[in-house]
């Protein structure tokens, strides 16, 4: 890889009490790739992903956006950074509307004295920048873009909170187990969403328990276990067995593999 | 870095038979549905309509059963008079339980803020500008301990809002000494304090200031409610507080602003009440207000679960419980049957919410 990474994590230390879920972790993203992370329950991928994406601050440790050091408080400011992230639960309110959701949190206010004096919001703009969105997706499916969330199935949620990510994600999209909860026919379209942000230009962080899903569209494979990074390994070269002999520990790692 | 498979060809061994299953993804089905169904839907996004259709029913027998008197402008406007203050404590109580938590104090904080509206104009002889921002001051900072017990230390609301609520009264009763001010003594110090009573013909119909400051209120709320994006950010944090945090919201802030609020509503609600009064006694503090604005906003529509209704519902709800006690008063039955169904309608209420709230798509 002669490209710089567009986000790195150094030595990335994280306690929650007695329990260490992160010890020393490492994390190299680079520009256009798909960036799967696989691990053990436990392994602490999913806090590592949150010391990226902002929701929870670490206690030691570097993260580096285009070479520039940042340290995100909160999820707003790592979305302010261009780092978007789908949460497992989706972050979705599911009482308020589609376009209301995904414009949640930075809301657009109508121009003019409307807008500053009783910060009305600018309803029909949402509305048209929701739709577009969905459209370019292919999710236009959903009729009614002032339909609340609730009503709409699993994929077309999922639908939805990718749409939102990649909608204002302009560095990086992680996403947190896009497929957990899905059927067959709506993880494919959901697998196929994640390739169309790819296409786009947009590197993803992929983190994923199902090995078919992560071999077919990760390019480079990171085996998070106890707490830390324990190798990258390119798909090609080993099989899912691999992957899961040492994302549990089973076999030792690649020693080439390690410095990747 | 090589290009995997496209996915428009399923690479999984086990997808490829997908190729015949048909090719629209997670459609919508508009049709195939009930009569029963589509109200449900209608009812769901329309959260105000349950209690409107109740309102009108409620008009429609108690008017059949006591004739024209009832329905005459003057009966309808007295209505309106007697909820001014409920309705307002049940717009407080309504941005609270959006956001899935409860106020049990918001009657006292109403109390005491009058007490000390009436104390700094009567006993300390301040101008009535000052006495009204006096009473404000108290009323907001009542609710902004609410707020940050809740949003900081993260205790329940029912808990906080049920200590604040025992000790705004006992600190009520401490400071007043439990002694009423008397309408004359604030009638010879300023007007200012009853400008609320002031009423006012429209034809035959009679309205106070304070009847048009609760329906001001209440469309003023409704507007940032739904057209800020404070408004929104509320009904998220109410609907589901992690989802609201991890997108962005800074859930402590809107809840602490939700209990401010309120707490600067009860102090209006303070304002109006001494109009309607015209005497200040700190002894209301042991009146139900708090149950009376709670039952406003559940009749209303609002989920105590937090994240749906709409505070137009709330006023609806009051205005149900006033046209129900004016209704049995009129046709001279027992005064607790008023209390009956008061009872009867919150149940209903919520039966109501969760029936509704098991809309799928």
Known sequence: ?260 | MGEPNTAAQPSQEFEKVLVNSSTDVASFDTHDKTPLQKIQHFLHSTPAAVPFVVLIASILVFGLAIGGRFFSSYTLTLILQQIAVVGMLGAAQTLVILTAGIDLSIGVIMVISAVVMGNCAVSYGLPAPIAVAAGFLVGGACGLLNGLLVSRLKLPPFIVTLGTWYVIMSTNFIYSENATIREADVTAVTQWLHVFGVNFKVGAAVLTLGVVAMVVLVFGLWYALNHTAWGRHLYAVGDDPEAAKLSGIRVGKVLLSAYTIAGLIAALAAWVSIGRNGSISPSAAVTDYNLQAITAAVIGGISLFGGRGSILGTLIGAMIVGVVSMGLNMLGADPQWKVFLTGVLIISAVAVDQWIRKVAA
């Open chain 1, 1 to 260: 890889m002669a490209q710089e990474p567009i986000l790195t994590a150094r030595g990335l230390v994280k306690r929650y009490g007695r329990v260490t879920a992160l010890d020393h972790a490492d994390f190299d993203l680079y520009p256009g790739e798909i960036l799967a992370v696989i691990g053990d329950n436990g392994a602490g991928k999913s806090s590592m992903i949150k010391a990226i994406s902002g929701a929870v601050t670490p206690d030691e440790g570097e993260i580096r956006l285009e070479g520039q050091p940042v340290h995100f408080r909160s999820p707003m400011e790592a979305r302010a950074a261009g780092i978007e992230t789908v949460y497992q639960n989706l972050a979705l309110s599911p009482a308020l509307s589609i376009a209301d959701n995904m414009f949640l949190g930075r809301e657009i206010r109508k121009p003019g004295l409307f807008g500053k004096l009783f910060r009305t919001l600018d309803r029909s703009a949402m509305e048209k920048m929701a739709r577009a969105k969905l459209s370019e997706l292919g999710l236009m499916t959903i009729q009614n873009i002032n339909q609340a969330v609730e009503t709409l199935s699993g994929g077309q949620r999922q639908g939805v909170a990718v749409a939102r990510a990649a909608a204002f994600g302009s560095k990086v999209v992680i996403m947190d187990e896009p497929t957990a909860a899905l059927g067959v026919k709506e993880s494919r379209r959901v697998l196929e969403l994640i390739l169309d942000v790819r296409r786009r230009g947009l590197p993803i962080v992929l983190i994923s328990h199902n090995m078919p899903h992560v071999f077919e569209v990760a390019d480079r494979i990171h085996i998070h276990r106890l707490g830390r990074r324990l190798c990258v390994i390119n798909p090609k070269e080993y099989t899912m067995s691999d992957a899961v002999a040492f994302m549990t520990g089973a076999k030792a790692p690649p020693g080439e593999a390690l410095a990747a």
